[in-house]
């Protein structure tokens, strides 16, 4: 059973600029999620996947968005990077219709300067 | 709105002792799924243990065992013979069947074991 995995694990940006994150979900698993993990603070949830269309969102703004491929994987792009978008950007696989609990990568250290 | 709230920033326990982490929450819903997920220093989050509010006996799996008090929003994580591994942040979630997988993540407790 392959497991989550993120890339990269480590980012350093300038503000303004545009980040793309990846994630490849567990196997067997068709739903992913992103979560936002600021320093000191449990997990914020961005927004969720299935079927390649967004499934639900959390308070983040337009900026904030996202892509599910066929195979399951999905990304995260940030527009117009702020100071505040500085966190640990954890991806979460999960089967849709069984309450499943949420399998967690290592996440991404994002740093913007 | 659900919120998940978790009082003890951090904790110390002796090796082998018994320790146990707080958690309360608050939902309107009536089925809803709680969890503990460990997340040590290398990040990624492990799931703990699982409870279903439905059920009224509490989850245990090995180690960890969960008291959880529906009538009171109380969801807390007994963990007996404390080992050095389960040096951890311990983040307590909720996850309501009508909020669409969201789950809610308390702000966390750092428990460390004391050798």
């Known amino acids: ?113 | 709105a659900q919120t998940v709230t978790q009082s003890q920033p951090e904790m110390s326990v002796q090796e082998a002792e018994t320790v146990t982490l707080s958690c309360t929450y608050d939902t309107s819903e009536n089925n809803y799924y709680l969890f503990w997920y460990k997340q040590p220093p290398s990040r990624q989050m492990i799931l703990v243990i699982r409870q279903e509010a439905y059920k009224q006996q509490n989850a245990t799996e090995n180690r960890f065992s969960v008291n959880f008090q529906k009538a009171a929003k109380s969801f807390s994580l007994k963990i007996s013979d404390s080992q050095l591994g389960d040096t951890a942040m311990y983040f307590c979630a909720f996850m309501g069947t009508n909020t669409g997988n969201q789950f809610y993540f308390g702000t966390g407790t750092s428990l460390t074991v004391i050798p």
């Open chain 1, 1 to 113: 059973e392959t497991g989550v995995t993120q890339s990269p694990t480590h980012l350093i940006k300038t503000r303004g600029q545009q980040v793309t994150l990846r994630c490849s979900s567990q196997s067997g698993h068709n739903t992913v999620s992103w979560y936002q993990q600021a320093l000191g603070q449990g997990p914020q949830f961005i927004f969720q996947y299935y079927r390649e269309e967004e499934n639900g969102r959390g308070n983040f703004p337009p900026r904030f968005s996202g892509l599910q491929f066929p195979n399951y994987s999905s990304e995260l792009n940030v527009n117009a990077l702020e100071l505040d978008d500085s966190a640990l950007y954890l991806c979460a696989s999960s089967f849709q219709g069984d309450n499943s609990p949420l399998h967690f990568g290592n996440g991404t250290r994002l740093t913007v300067t």
